[in-house]
Structure formats: C-alpha cells, structure tokens
C-alpha cells in the first residue's frame, strides 16, 4: 500500500483553507433562502438577490473612536466583512475590497471591515497602514457576532442592501469580479 507523502496532505489542507475560510472545523451551510417578488423584479439586466432577512441592530467604533453601524448606515449598500489579520483568505480580500470601496463609494456602497483579532486594535491599526485599507475597520465582539447568528469560519461577509435587508451571506473567499456584480445589481 502506498502512502500520501506528509507534505502533501498538509498542502491540500492549506490550499481548502484558502478557499473555505479560515476555521478548524467546517462551517454550517447556510439554508436556502426564498426569493421575495423584490428580488424578483429587481430588472432583467441585474442580478436578483434573493431577500435573506433584515440585518439587526449592530454598532461598533471603528478604529478612530468613530461609530460606525446600522443606523449610522441607513440608506447605504453596505458589505459587512468578518475577518481577522491572520487569516490568509481574509487577507486575500482586501485589495479587492479596497478598490471596491473606492470605486463605489460615492454611489453609496461602505465596506466594514469587523475584526476578530484577539491581539487587539493596535494589531489591526498596524494592518491597516500596512496594507493600505481604505474603509471602516472595527473590533468585533461577541454581541455582534450573536447578532449575525454567529460566525463558523471567516471571512462571513454580509451584503446589505439600502432598505437594511441581508440580501447574501457567503463564508470562504468569492473573486472580486462576482462580488462586484452582487454589489452593482443593489446600487
């Protein structure tokens, strides 16, 4: 019987962390959602999202003291990543977020980034300069993360709509061109 070389099976865990997210377990599979006719209707030339739920109460202070949450956020697209400064697919986001952010900013699209570092602000400060992260960054807790129903595995990321409803939920890392289609068939 032949075996599997060592290095082999350690590269084949890393390449499904890569693309599941960053957890040791794997993450419960979110149910099927049902369309509502809104998305429906949404128009043949955008993608109809489905209406997952209306997105809770949250409020969180970004990394400069300033609130940042669903009220301050009213009227916004708003993509609401869980992530943390030690998860590569977290990391792998970022450039694609940030030129999100800056290219649909002024149509009313804000990127949270919520941190689940458990090393602290100052770790995630220093993240930011480093890799240049041009959108709200904040320190998650355990009342938002109960809010969202929990998190198995990270990146989660939320897409909001303008009227406050969840309309996706993906967990693991999504190329930024799909991403985008998403986030353009809401603005």
């Not at 009313?108 to 220093?126: C, E, F, Y």
């Amino acid at each position: 019987m032949k075996t599997t070389p060592r290095f082999a099976l350690i590269g084949l865990t890393a390449l499904a962390f890569g693309f599941a997210g960053c957890s040791p377990r794997k993450p419960d599979t979110p149910p099927v959602p049902k369309v509502t006719a809104d998305a429906a209707q949404s128009g043949a030339s955008k993608m109809a999202l489905p209406v997952i739920g209306p997105v809770p109460a949250w409020s969180l202070k970004d990394l400069n003291g300033e609130p940042v949450g669903s009220e301050q956020l009213k009227g916004k697209v708003v993509v609401l990543d869980f992530w943390a400064t030690w998860c590569p697919p977290c990391i792998k986001e970022i450039p694609g977020y940030t030129e999100l952010a800056q290219k649909y900013g002024p149509d009313g699209l804000v990127i949270v980034g919520v941190s689940l570092d458990q090393a602290g602000p100052d770790a995630v400060k220093t993240f930011r300069e480093r890799f240049k992260v041009n959108y709200p960054l904040a320190m998650g807790d355990e009342t938002i993360v109960a809010a969202f129903g929990g998190i198995e595995a990270i990146p989660t990321t939320f897409l909001i709509d303008r009227e406050g409803r969840i309309r996706d939920r993906k967990v693991g890392l999504e190329p930024t061109d799909s991403y985008e289609k998403k986030i353009q068939s809401l603005l």
